[in-house]
């Protein structure tokens, strides 16, 4: 419909970067537009930390899973939950504790979401490849320890950056009618169906048929390794969410 | 640096629109944009609830708090956290609960949050206006039984689109060394207080004169008007958030 949405539509994760450094401008545009997503009342509850160091990228690239793109790749963020800058300002004025409740929990967490998909959405723009870093949630305490992170920030996710070095298949989405309702939720199961043969179908050609699996059979696997320590760790970040 | 990135750099709330209709192809543009959104291991763990019918449509206004934009704007879409359907298929094959734990809940409402703001971005290039409503959690149960939402199915915002009737002011935002760290989380008072000037004078020229205040003002009045129902809510709809 337009170049944008082209672009939009467009989007796979990339885990292969050239070595072509970023340049300060292209970060700086790519931060820019970050800060320029919608925030809530304007409390901006989240904190972008960059990984520049080699030893700590290194390091995250291990806590993440072993993700060596972690490492590899040449802008590496880490977006944050952050609800210890709105506390600081707050607590100029009044002495109203602010805590990781649940409503400032979705708020901070959205906030990272919506600064961070911006900056996703700047960077394929500059013909730069992105891949989002859920791994950090697997241990998420050492990745708080080592980026230093106070009360009440917690990192919801990394990011790579870089000139892709591979092009990936567009992954199939679930059909519209799967994740679209109107007026009244209604689970549509005929929509789910017909999608496990859409990822059989990608999954044998992105192998080589070397993979015989289905959507269901991916998210059952998914079900059986929760990552159930996060509960724990968001409480010990000043998040009441146990 | 591109049209892409200033457009994200523009992006401004909109509250007041013109009647004119947003087409089919509009939608549904919009619609793949947000479908094409990163998602954790395919998860995809949201639901898009359209809202075009009018009574429901003021029903979720004033639930919002009186946002009359909720029932004015031609396209009213709800963002729901959605573990419903990634339960279902998993249980096709396998018998492990799924609850909306922690790290689950972080992951329904990031997507929710991913797809939402690929979502605006479509809108906005094709010259519509977009405003996130997050106030639909001010009554969250009751809009959750209004969209029949099932258990570990949240409404995590709302979100008003449809062709601008106003030209807000852009809103500045924090400078980047308050949000922007190098790897050590490093909290930047001078940058907070120099924003109190920035924001007392842009609601200075907002409101004509009428309002004299500063950031951390608004958010030491924020502080103190808590949605402190989230949690209990969000435990009656499976997520163990308490």
Chains 1, 2 share one sequence.
Not at 176 to 182: D, F, I, M, P
Not at 184 to 189: D, G, S
């Amino acid at each position: 419909m337009n170049a944008i949405i082209n672009l939009l539509k467009s989007h796979r994760s990339i885990r292969k970067f050239t070595n072509e450094p970023i340049s300060i401008e292209q970060r700086e545009a790519i931060l820019q537009a970050a800060q320029a997503a919608s925030t809530s009342s304007n409390m901006q509850a989240y904190s972008i930390i960059h990984v520049t160091d080699a030893d700590l990228k290194s390091q995250l690239a291990e806590l993440a899973g072993n993700q060596a793109y972690v490492s590899e790749c040449p802008l590496f963020l880490v977006w944050c939950a952050d609800l210890h800058r709105y506390a600081e300002v707050a607590h100029l004025h009044v002495d109203t504790p602010i805590t990781g409740n649940a409503e400032n929990f979705i708020i901070a967490t959205v906030e990272a979401a919506l600064a961070a998909q911006n900056a996703a959405i700047a960077a394929e723009s500059l013909g730069l490849g992105v891949c989002y870093i859920g791994g950090l949630r697997n241990k998420p305490a050492e990745v708080s320890e080592l980026l230093g992170l106070p009360q009440l920030v917690y990192p919801v996710f990394g990011m790579c950056i870089g000139m892709p070095d591979q092009e990936p298949l567009l992954r199939p989405r679930l059909p519209l009618e799967a994740v679209y309702h109107e007026n009244r939720y209604a689970y549509n199961a005929p929509s789910v169906d017909s999608y496990d043969e859409t990822i059989r179908d990608y999954m044998n050609v992105r192998t080589d048929g070397k993979v015989d699996t289905t959507w269901s059979k991916e998210m059952a696997a998914k079900a059986q390794r929760p990552r159930k320590h996060m509960k724990a760790f968001l409480s010990s970040q000043g998040y009441e969410v146990e």
